[in-house]
């Protein structure tokens, strides 16, 4: 998602005026100014993070770990028990403004899915769901009009972050931190990482909204690898190059990658994951000699024709998955929660076949695996009353219910023999229940509240122990990055647009119209300037948590 559009003083102003006037204030206000000095860890002392308590309603067909491997499940439990009691509303409406790559979800009463998810809340939930693209100018008019909407999802890369949270948001700090979080028991599941990216000023703003903490797999077709009698588990450069060449015919428009491996093989490399610490200073990856190595290899791999013509294209990524499914691609890079969606494209009987390269280290180095916080997005409520508050947390509670209760089973699938059937050990949804559901849960789990993510596809149960394996075989690499938790203003303001300028020099020197140099000064001139600054502002955050 891209960065927020920046909210002028007059807009904060304006929205606690609106705050105001019905009887609420917004002190934070009184400390606007450059955001410097705020974010994480700026209070006199750091905040309790909530208390994580694992959800104990179901028992995984395989475990998952402390470090961030998944619980897997092979079917879902046949009688799931309530992680709630009784419906957490009172009756009256809630409003949520988000964003969604999906179609918007036709509401009650056309949907019968929402009339019945609104019963069990007894709420009217009322969704108001703004296209990604838009979601940052909707947000900013939202705010300058002043009239706010129960919940909303906040950009963790909106400028001036901290002073808008201080503005509009309600401080969750009383009712989450700690021990205090025990009351809303799905929301304790939650990790430590996830709460960090919501804690500003030594404030607890927000809820996370879950994500896998995996990143990326470089995805393949194993069957298509057995029948070239190529090994899906390359252990130094110059196995994966050949497997590159081997996996290359262009006269057959069939290509080894259908996007520069960079990611993969800085892992390969022991490589940082975003933003590291080096001999006690905060470098970012593309610093680092084993990014460089990378780079050049992918621009070897670029030469040698291993690298699809499309790789460079706005769509690589649609058109990646796409070739890979056709067998046209042999290695294509995406996200660890993509491996169940690439598995569905092929036909029923062949899509067990979706398989991943393993983590290994090249030239004697110890790979590195980049893992997330397992939140990027974050929900924050409105400032309001606290009887109000807590009623909202009681409803986010229930549409966090995590994997094998009944309200989850709910959420995911609808009512039984309206919108799903049980097929075996699994729930499968009706035309209806894709038609009413899909945009529903499209909103609502990746940007409003979700429960922690598990490894489950349903029937594909290869799939399930696929993604577990490649997770424990990974974790002894999982690299979190420098900065988790840590909010840097001139990172808000600049940093995307210089992320943008340093792909573009990548992709340049990986097909040879720029050179390592051009990337070199562009690092020296961005350290003389913004990237001096964000670092200082990361590291002074970093050193009041």
């Not at 290899?297 to 058109?319: I, R, Y």
């Not at 980049?370 to 909202?392: M, Q, W, Y």
Request: net charge negative; charged share 20%.
């Amino acid at each position: 998602m891209t960065s927020g559009a920046p909210i002028s003083r007059r807009s904060l102003l304006g929205a606690a005026s609106g705050l105001a006037a019905a009887g609420l204030t917004a002190t934070a206000l009184a400390g606007c100014g450059s955001g410097v000095d705020s974010g994480p860890g700026t209070a006199s002392s750091p905040v309790a993070l909530p208390a994580q308590l694992p959800y104990d309603g179901a028992t995984p067909d395989l475990k998952g770990t402390a470090a961030g491997v998944p619980d897997a499940y092979f079917g879902y439990p046949a009688d799931p028990v309530a992680s709630v009691t009784g419906p957490p509303g009172s009756g009256a409406a809630v409003t949520a403004l988000l964003s969604s790559y999906a179609v918007s979800p036709t509401p009650a009463p056309a949907n019968t899915y929402l009339v019945e998810l609104n019963r069990q809340l007894n709420v009217d939930l009322q969704l108001q769901v703004t296209p990604a693209a838009d979601y940052a100018a909707k947000l900013s008019t939202t705010v300058s009009g002043g009239k706010l909407p129960d919940l909303i999802e906040m950009l963790p890369s909106q400028p001036q972050l901290p002073q808008l949270l201080g503005a509009v948001a309600a401080d969750l700090t009383p009712h989450l931190a700690g021990e205090a979080i025990k009351d809303y028991p799905n929301l304790a599941t939650f990790s430590a990482d996830m709460w960090r990216t919501t804690i500003f000023d030594n404030r607890i703003h927000g809820l996370p909204v879950p994500r896998p903490i995996q990143s990326g797999v470089p995805f393949i077709r194993s069957d298509l690898f057995r029948q070239r009698g190529l090994d899906p588990d390359p252990k130094s450069w110059e196995e994966f190059r050949e497997l590159c060449a081997a996996l290359t015919a262009p006269k057959e428009s069939r290509y080894a990658l259908s996007m520069p491996p960079i990611a993969y093989l800085n892992g390969a490399l022991g490589g940082l994951n975003e933003w590291g610490e080096l001999d006690g200073t905060l470098v970012r990856w593309q610093e680092t000699e084993q990014y460089q190595q990378a780079l050049s290899w992918t621009a070897e791999l670029a030469k040698a024709g291993f690298l699809h013509p499309d790789a460079f294209a706005a769509n690589a990524t649609v058109l990646g998955k796409q070739r890979l499914v056709g067998g046209q691609i042999g290695i294509h890079p995406d996200g660890y929660s993509a491996w169940g969606s690439l598995a569905r494209f092929l036909p029923e009987g062949e899509q067990e076949v979706i398989g991943g390269l393993t983590v290994r280290g090249f030239a004697g180095a110890t790979p590195t695996y980049a893992i997330g916080a397992g939140s990027t997005n974050f929900t924050v409520l409105a400032k309001a009353d606290e009887a109000r508050i807590v009623e909202l947390l009681k409803i986010l509670n229930f549409l966090a219910a995590p994997f094998g209760s009944a309200e989850f089973l709910f959420r995911k699938y609808g009512s039984a023999g309206e919108q799903h059937s049980v097929e075996g050990d699994n729930p499968v949804l009706s035309k209806r229940g894709t038609d009413e559901i899909t945009p529903v849960t499209e909103a609502l789990d990746y940007h409003l509240v979700d429960g922690v993510k598990v490894a489950y596809e349903g029937s594909l149960t290869k799939i399930t122990q696929a993604k577990h394996d490649f997770a424990v075989q990974a974790e002894p690499g999982y690299a979190r990055s420098a900065v988790i938790g840590l909010y840097s203003e001139t990172n808000a303001r600049t940093g995307n647009q210089f992320n943008r300028t340093l792909t573009d020099l990548q992709n340049g020197v990986i097909t040879g119209r720029k050179t390592v140099e051009d990337l070199a000064a562009a690092l020296q001139s961005w350290n003389s300037g913004d990237g001096q600054k964000i670092k200082a502002e990361f590291a002074a955050a970093r050193d009041k948590q």
